[in-house]
């Protein structure tokens, strides 16, 4: 566990460097936000509750199951400004039920404010360098909610249909395409465009025109031409590769209303970075403006760093007897040499990359 926390540790502060050289500044929120703000948002949680407690003054509180509600709610822009902010947090919820809650590390960032080109382009640009920091041979993979949601809605199908083929489209699923959109009287065209969609993958620059030609009214034309935008300007901030378009990732309609994506990286099953964009959150909070983010969920990166053998320190130090001020001398001279030290009198069941022995006068004997 020792080199997993060191490693994960490393990738925070590695994080928060290439946060601040564009501009991010550090947000910290309190453990605890009233309870009304997720309540009334619980579409915007990812799965799982909150954990929650009266205060003192009789309020409803939660134990903070998100960031991104915090700061949306606690940060606004002025007129003509943007807000950037970096945060490393834990959050404490239940994604599986069956476990009970659980605490959660992220790190990631939020920009509010006008949301155009470039400011899309440099979020999805720092979540692709945030992939790469933990493993080179990332994928982040791009959709566009305002794409998938205008073909839909040229089905003509009702609002419960509506999330029955966005669910379908998410789950890359033909067969639930047509069963939803023959319930609500859709067929034809429009139905083969929305099952061609869903299985659409690959390089985003070289899927481009496919997207054109699959266009049908001004909301997907509006989500090609921001998507074409987003490949110039990833283009010119240095990013080719590892991005592909994967219309199958889809979020919530009430609150993600563009580019929606998410990051994975070789031996971890699941998404390690997970954002989009949520104006419409804003818009429900009562505030002026677009926000895109992301996070980054570095507890997952435990499966990645803890695939090879793990130590309790480098150097196991034996006492063995020997004064204090000799077993001092001898772990600072290991701590000094950029190595970590655990010392004990015998050798147990410790695991150490070596043994070594502090001599009388405070020198070092390994012993293996």
């Known amino acids: 566990m020792h080199d997993i926390l060191r490693q994960e540790e490393k990738t925070v502060y590695a994080l928060r460097a290439l946060y601040s050289r564009y501009g991010y500044r550090p947000y ?9 703000l997720y ?11 909150a954990i929650t ?8 509180m939660a134990l903070k199951p998100d960031v991104t509600l915090s700061i949306a709610k606690n940060l606004s822009p002025a007129r003509g400004e ?16 069956q476990l009970g809650f659980q605490e959660i590390t992220q790190a990631g960032l939020e920009y509010l404010g006008e949301v155009d080109a470039y400011a899309m382009g440099e979020v999805a640009y720092l979540a692709a360098r945030s992939l790469e920091i933990i493993e080179p041979e990332y994928a982040l993979e791009l959709s566009h909610m305002g794409f998938v949601t205008g073909l839909i809605d040229a089905l003509d199908c009702g609002a419960a249909a509506k999330a029955e083929l966005l669910r379908a489209v998410g789950s890359r699923s033909e067969p639930g395409i047509r069963a939803a959109a023959g319930r609500c009287g859709a067929a034809g065209a429009p139905v083969e465009r929305l099952c061609r969609a869903a299985g659409l993958y690959g390089p985003l620059r070289r899927l481009i025109g496919e997207l ?11 989500a090609v031409r921001e998507l074409a935008e987003l490949c110039e300007v990833l283009d ?16 919530d309609m009430e609150y993600y209303n563009g580019l929606v994506f998410k990051g994975y990286v070789p031996g971890v099953p699941t998404a390690v970075l997970s954002g989009g964009r949520y104006d419409s ?9 677009g926000a895109i983010g992301f996070a980054v969920y570095l507890n997952l990166l435990e499966r990645l760093y803890g695939e090879g053998k793990t130590y309790d320190a480098d150097v196991l130090l034996l006492a063995d007897g020997q004064p204090g001020t000799a077993v001092a001398a001898a772990a600072r001279s290991i701590v000094d040499g950029g190595e970590s030290v655990l010392v004990q009198r015998e050798r147990g069941r410790y695991r150490c990359r070596r043994t070594a022995r502090a001599t009388a006068e405070g020198r070092l004997e390994y012993l293996d």
């Open 212 to 222: 054109r030609d699959m266009s049908v009214n001004a909301a997907t034309e509006r």
């Open 281 to 289: 959150l804003l818009t429900k909070l009562g505030k002026q403006g």
């Open 82 to 97: 943007s807000v950037r902010v970096y945060y490393d947090e834990s959050v404490y919820r239940a994604p599986d039920r």
């Open 53 to 60: 407690f009266t205060d003192t003054n009789g309020r409803l």
């Open 39 to 49: 309540a009334n948002n619980r579409s915007f949680l990812p799965e799982g509750g």
């Open 28 to 36: 910290r929120m309190s453990k605890f936000e009233e309870y009304d």
């Open 236 to 251: 010119a901030l240095g990013i080719t590769e590892h991005i592909n378009l994967d219309l199958s990732i889809t979020s």
